[in-house]
């Protein structure tokens, strides 16, 4: 493991994900899915396109994973923030934290890491992209100097109801 990564506290450790991780990663990452307008689809995640999800983040060294008494409680991934070459140098993030361990840190844990990762190769700025009634991680990317950008009104659906956009946006260098 990479120690530059790994962050711990009394409660929580973040290290690199593995891809034994990507049974429990798909676990969270569908119970927002059915859940949840974090996530703006309604198609659980297959444990095959898990495993395939996953391996390309651990191809380039961006997903973390959360553990609190050995088990994984919360991943974080980064990306392109769009395709086009053009955009190399800016990453969107993704932080999801089991809905028993909410409000303990280790969305903040998890969030830090991917932060000092991302800067750390070599890139420029770090995107989120966030249901705009979604408070909780509204005040977690707050917290660590993301700005608003603004808000796109009725980009996304589900449930039934249209989603606003709200991108926040963090210099990593
Ligand atoms: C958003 C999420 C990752 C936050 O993780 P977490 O471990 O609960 O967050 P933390 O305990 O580190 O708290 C971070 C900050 O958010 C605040 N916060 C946490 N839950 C909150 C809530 N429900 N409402 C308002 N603020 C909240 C905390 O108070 C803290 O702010 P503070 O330092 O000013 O007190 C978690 O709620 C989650 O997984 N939600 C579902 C998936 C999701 O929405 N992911 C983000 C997609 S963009």
New binding site residues.
């Given amino acids: 493991m990479d120690p530059i990564y790994e962050r711990s506290s009394a409660a929580v450790t973040v290290r690199r994900a593995l891809p034994g991780d990507a049974e429990a990663v798909r676990a969270i990452r569908n119970h927002?899915i059915e859940h949840?307008t974090?996530l703006w689809t309604q198609t659980p995640q297959s444990s095959p396109e898990s495993v395939a999800w996953l391996a390309t983040h651990l191809e380039r060294g961006s997903a973390f994973v959360a553990e609190t008494a050995g088990d994984v409680a919360?991943f974080a991934v980064y990306g392109p923030w769009r395709a086009l070459d053009g955009y190399r140098y800016t990453v969107e993030d993704?932080?999801?934290?089991r809905e028993d361990r909410?409000?303990?840190?280790?969305?903040?844990a998890l969030l830090a890491a991917l932060i000092d990762s991302a800067g750390a190769a070599g890139h420029h700025v770090m995107i989120?992209g966030?249901e705009a009634g979604?408070?909780?991680?509204i005040?977690?990317h707050e917290?660590f100097g993301f700005q608003h950008v603004g808000t796109v009104p009725e980009v996304g659906t589900k449930f039934g109801r249209w989603l606003d956009l709200t991108l926040m946006r963090l210099p990593l260098t």
């Fill in positions: 927002a949840s974090a919360g993704s932080v999801y934290v909410h409000g303990l840190g280790i969305g903040s989120a966030i979604n408070t909780a991680s005040r977690l917290r």
